[in-house]
């Protein structure tokens, strides 16, 4: 599975950005897809995932309300729509794919990702 996440630039705070994943190669079944983002000198961090069973995400308090991810199936695509954006919000955001069931794992944790997209920068200014 090769992701590829784009649409990454930079927009001026208050503003909004959408990011995609596209997902293609080899058919696996994807089970959480997943946004991440690390900023220059910190540790990447979870921003968000969605359950491609039911479409149900789920969001980091940092963001809750802010944004929002979706998909389209047809696409193979991934969304994560960013409004309101801060200048904290400054960082290279990552896709990643779960393709395999845990036990006890959540979204959040990095471990459970089997794939993940190259990144795609986004600058926020004040």
């Known amino acids: 599975v090769q992701l590829q996440a784009s649409g990454g630039g930079l927009v001026q705070a208050g503003g909004s950005l959408r990011l995609s994943c596209a997902a293609s190669?080899?058919?696996?079944?994807?089970?959480?897809t997943g946004w991440f983002r690390q900023a220059p000198g910190k540790d990447r961090e979870w921003v968000g995932s969605i359950f491609m069973s039911d479409s149900r995400s789920v969001y980091a308090d940092s963001v809750k309300g802010r944004f929002a991810i979706s998909r389209d199936n047809a696409e193979n695509t991934v969304y994560l729509q960013m409004n309101n954006l801060k200048p904290e919000d400054t960082a290279v955001y990552y896709c990643a794919a779960n393709t395999r069931k845990y036990g006890s794992w959540e979204p959040s944790v990095l471990w459970g990702y089997d794939y993940w997209g190259q990144g795609t920068l986004v600058t926020v200014s004040s």
């Open positions: 190669g080899r058919t696996v079944p994807t089970y959480v």
